[in-house]
């Protein structure tokens, strides 16, 4: 790992974790991280999104009482904004679903533990209970069951259910990069170790032998498979069986609170309410499922069109906290950042995600006092410019 305070000392800003992140990480590894689908069209257009909108602020406002403190489905967070879901984060960070749980426990703000985390579930929410899970179902509803007995068992509340990974995207950048799944031993997997010591020291085989082989641990009730295994088969995107009846079968096992994420399209929101969830997130999967799959942000008012009082949330291409005001602003109740914090957790482990947090935190509430708001519930439309420019008549 690199050294931590050398290397936070030049970090003003999440998007200063990337570069660092890509000297640190073997390439596979890191192009998995920061991979899309085929032409990364939907990653750019997450950015894009933003970049559209401008900021109307008002001035003459006694600022100094601002509050970042935000209520999102009944649970009160510092700030509004949380850690999304990220598979392999113990590939990227030692211990890193740990790390980015801890971190997040912390400061006061939700993490989604990915059902491709390499941590027990137990673990983590023995140091952080107040973790969200997010679940890719097995195909048989028993078996849903039993995860979800398991789930509740470990004090998860919070449900997550991912719907955009039902069919196997095109992901020929990871295949550029040289990433498979599961990992393979093979030559060039050992030339990124060697070349990336650092990594491979602190991180691969620190975790081999103070934890022992690394597994897909959260994916179903029981342990899967190993993540360096020439005959492990894992599949979390094939779930093509997926469907609102069982998504309805679900919602009757879980007495928990149940976000449906990776939704879009209006009409999905309407049967989410439906379906009595507590809460959506509005996302494209960061980019990676659907190449050309609108950016979350540009359906925001059309879902909350349909949402009633289901909590609206969103992620992707969230890198400053002008992005999660804009996006509040434009009604989401929440936010959730990705890449980033990944990034920092490789970096420099939990300080460096604990550091990405402050930093978003100074920036929000900067940005909050420059746009003459004393809460976030203050926020609204009135404060954003979405037209064009208009001459003088």
Known sequence: MIGRGRALARIYALEDFEPLARRHLPRPIFGYVSGAAETNASLADNRAAFSEIGLLPRVGVDVSPRSLATRVMGLGFAMP???????????????????????????????????????????????????????????????????????????????????????????????????????????????????????????????????????????????????????????????????????????????????????????????????????????????????????????????????????????GGILRGTDILKAMALGAAFTFIGRPMNYAAAVAGEAGVAHAIALMRVQLRADLGMLGVLGLEDLGPSLLHTGGFRAVP
């Open 81 to 315: 904004f949380g850690i999304a879901p990220m598979g392999v984060s113990a590939l990227t960070a030692y211990r890193g679903d740990l790390v980015l749980a801890r971190a997040a426990r912390a400061a006061c703000i939700p993490m989604i533990v990915s059902a491709a985390s390499l941590i027990p579930l137990e673990e983590i929410t023995a140091e952080a209970p107040d973790v969200w899970y997010q679940a890719y179902f097995p195909q048989h509803l028993s078996d849903i069951a039993a995860l979800l007995e398991r789930v509740a068992r470990a004090g998860v509340e919070t449900l997550v259910v991912t719907l955009d990974s039902a069919v196997v995207p095109s992901r020929e950048n990871n295949l550029r990069s040289g990433y498979r799944t599961p990992l393979r031993p093979n030559l060039a997997l050992l030339w990124q170790g060697m070349s990336h010591p650092r990594w491979a020291l602190g991180t691969f085989l620190r975790t081999y032998l103070q934890n022992g082989p690394p597994h897909f641990e959260n994916a179903t009730a029981t342990r899967g498979a190993p993540l360096l295994s020439r005959q492990a088969v894992r599949d979390f995107s094939g779930r093509e069986f997926l469907s609102w009846e069982l998504l309805a079968e679900v919602r009757k096992l879980w007495t928990g609170r149940m976000v449906l994420k990776g939704i879009l399209h209006p009409d999905d929101v309407a049967r989410a309410r439906a379906l009595g969830a507590e809460g959506v997130i509005l996302s494209n999967h960061g980019g990676r499922q659907l190449d050309g799959a609108v950016a979350p942000l540009r359906v925001l008012g059309a879902a909350l069109e349909r949402a009633g009082d289901m909590a609206v949330m969103i992620d």
